[in-house]
Structure formats: C-alpha cells, structure tokens
C-alpha cells in the first residue's frame, strides 16, 4: 500500500513538470531520498512563484499604461452616444486621445476633457474654413490679374513689385534661417519646466513655441533658436514632433538638445529675462544670450524662473514694462508669441516704444516715455520728466520758489 501511494504521488509530479516545464524533477529512489530533497523542492517552488507574480505584476502595469482595446471600444461608444444625446465633445477622436480619456477616474473629468477637445475642434475647423476661403479669394486674385494681363498686352508692365510666391518666400526664410544658425544670436528657450506644468498647460505651450518660431524665421535678422533641457523621452519632444511632424520637425532650423544652457554658453554671457527680478532691461545687448522660460503656468506661481535663474547664478533681468507702460492690472507674465515679437523688434529697432507695442492693450492705459520719479535722499529727489517739461519746470521755478515739503511729491502724470 505504501509502495502504491508513493508511485502515484510520483505520476502526479511527472505530470504537473510535464504541464509546466519551468519546474526541475528529480528521481525519486527511496523515502530517504525524499525526504532529502524537500527543501530542494521548496526553493525551487518559491522562485518559480517570484518569477509568476513578477510577471503578473509587469502585465497589470503595462494594462494600466495602455488600456486594453475593449476599453478604448467602450470610450468610444461612451463618445458617441454622448454626441448623439446632444452633449458638447469632438466629433473625431484619435486613439492617443481615448487613452487619455481612459486614464481618467471620475465622470466629471471625463466630461470636461471632451469638452476641451470639442472646443480645440472647433477651433480647428474655424481656422480650416479660414484658409479656404482665403484661398479662394487668392485664387480669384490670380484670375483677375491675369486677366489684366492678357488686357493689357503689348504694353510695358512693371516686373519689379510681382509678388513673391510661396515657395519663394519659404526659400527666403529658410536661407535667413540657416544663416541664423551660422552667424546669428542665440535666443535660448529653457525646457526644464515639463514636470511643473499640467498637460493642458504644456500643450499651450508648444502652441506658443510654434508662434515663436514662426515669428523669428518670418523676421529680417533672426535669432538662433536653442530649445535647451529638451528631453529625449519627454512630453514637451513627444508633442512637438506630433504638431510638426518627424519630418519637418528634424528639418527644422533650430538647436533642440538636452543640454542645458550653461553647457552650451559661457555663463558670463547669459541673462535669463523673468518677470519676477528686481533688475531692468535698459537696452538691447547684442552680444548676450537671453533665455526664456517655455512655461505656461495658469496658477501664477511666482518666482520660479528667478528661483531657476538665482541657484544656477545667473544674470535676470525683466522687461521695463513699469517704466514706460500705465500699467493697469494684470500679471506682467507675457505670452512666448509676445516676448519674441518684443525682442526681435527691440533688436531691429531699439526703440522700446515700438517694442512694447505688441503686450496686449488690455493691461495697459498706453505709454507713458517716462520714469517714476525716485528719491536720493530726505532732502533732496530726482525727478525724471518727458522731453519739453523740463523748461516748464524751470520757468515756473524762476518765478516762485515752491515748498520744501512737497518737492518729494511732484511726479508727471502724462
């Protein structure tokens, strides 16, 4: 009886090696025998169980990652049952967008990512019937000039003033571009902000580093554009390449490297312009590099880039948007579109009244061309007036000797 339990107990390791091969057998000879090799057995059960669940354990992570296909087929019914009742989300919705969707936990999160994405459709769609009819309005133009060509045939015309076609412009553009690259100022934007940031945030902001550069490769004289700390596995690459493109992206005239800005210039040379310094930009210095932080923070949570800029000993300085705007209300934060059209103007010009035209006019009653007035001492103040006030004041001073008391409060107002 004893030999017959041991010879099945036998078979029905046989067996279960035989279903699974990760486990080790070994011959049974005697009870002996046996009971030697129960600590054998033992060992090589808990490894087998460790590699299982660690298996288990990098399948769940990965579901979680990237939701199964059941689950984006139920979030796209949800999407399109909630179209047909009515509700406000996109008509088209990509498979990046269902996974996003899906890692959602409540249904009010749900519905206010479908509403941004039907509002970004809709902008989209807008934009597109834009073009179109701009196009057709193009296309009207190119029929009637030729036309008045064929009209006026025989007689001289003026070659001088055609317009340039597209692709010529393009050409133009990318030649001030390369020579941006070669012999231009570097403009640096700092990219080491992704992790402060949420994902609508950082979606907004490439939007605004894709204005940026559109605007710096339309100008005269650009800049060279670096994106510096640009990781190679981050949101900020992922998204750019998705908004460009792969190709376009890796044709594009810029530096984009995961540097940092004091790897790629001397420190000495660097001037990280932020909102919060107590520093102001006078005048426009062509042999600095300016760095940008590519943020976009709706919360306002102030002091970060100077916090950024003051740990690595940088230079900061902020735009004197105090000294010659009536400010009115607002934060001072300017969009990246806005800084970039302010700097290249100031570049060309140099004049800060041209310059500062493009902040928006809502925060401001206008330019004022004046500094407030600041005090040296107890008795005595400086004052700074606008041009043609300064003979006012000293005929009026000929003529009466004002009070010592109030000299300190004489301020211009225009």
């Not at 979030?75 to 919705?93: D, S, Y």
């Not at 990781?231 to 908004?243: F, K, V």
């Amino acid at each position: 009886m004893r030999m017959r339990r041991m010879f099945l107990r036998s078979c029905s390791l046989a067996v279960s090696c035989f279903r699974n091969p990760a486990f080790s057998t070994r011959a049974f000879s005697s009870s002996r025998s046996a009971g030697k090799d129960v600590s054998g057995e033992s060992a090589l059960d808990l490894d087998a169980w460790k590699t299982v669940m660690r298996a288990q354990a990098l399948r769940e992570e990965s579901e979680r990652e990237s939701p199964s296909r059941s689950a984006l087929d139920d979030n796209r019914e949800l999407v399109e049952m909630w179209h047909q009742a009515g509700k406000f989300v996109p008509k088209n919705i990509t498979d990046e967008q269902l996974q996003d969707l899906a890692r959602l936990a409540t249904r009010s999160a749900k519905k206010k990512y479908l509403k941004f994405l039907a509002i970004k459709e809709s902008h989209k769609i807008s934009k597109k019937e834009k073009q179109e009819r701009k196009r057709s309005e193009r296309e009207a133009e190119t029929v009637t000039f030729k036309e008045d060509v064929k009209e006026e045939e025989g007689e001289p015309r003026n070659t001088f003033l055609l317009r340039f076609w597209s692709s010529s412009s393009d050409r133009v553009q990318s030649w001030r571009a390369a020579q941006a690259m070669r012999f231009g100022q570097p403009l640096v934007y700092d990219m080491s902000y992704e992790h402060l940031m949420s994902r609508r945030e950082m979606e907004n902001t490439v939007t605004q580093l894709m204005e940026s550069e559109g605007w710096n490769r339309r100008a005269a004289d650009p800049f060279h554009l670096h994106f510096c700390g640009l990781q190679p596995d981050g949101a900020y690459l992922h998204e750019l390449r998705r908004r460009y493109g792969s190709h376009t992206w890796d044709r594009l005239l810029i530096t984009a490297t995961e540097r940092t800005h004091l790897e790629m210039f001397p420190q000495k040379d660097l001037v990280y312009l932020t909102a919060d310094s107590k520093q102001v930009l006078q005048e426009f210095d062509h042999s600095k590099v300016y760095i940008i932080g590519a943020m976009v923070d709706r919360s306002i949570h102030s002091g970060v880039s100077l916090a950024n800029a003051k740990r690595l000993r940088l230079t900061t300085a902020r735009l004197p948007l105090d000294e010659h705007l009536d400010w009115e209300c607002g934060a001072k934060n300017l969009t990246l579109d806005q800084m970039m059209r302010i700097l290249i103007t100031l570049k060309h010009t140099g004049c800060w009244k041209k310059a500062l035209e493009f902040v928006p006019k809502r925060k401001h009653a206008g330019f004022t061309g004046v500094t407030k007035s600041r005090f040296v001492g107890n008795d005595s103040s400086e004052i700074r007036f606008a041009a043609g006030d300064q003979s006012k004041l000293k005929n009026r001073t000929d003529g009466q000797k004002k009070p010592a008391g109030r000299a300190k409060h004489w301020e211009d107002r225009d």
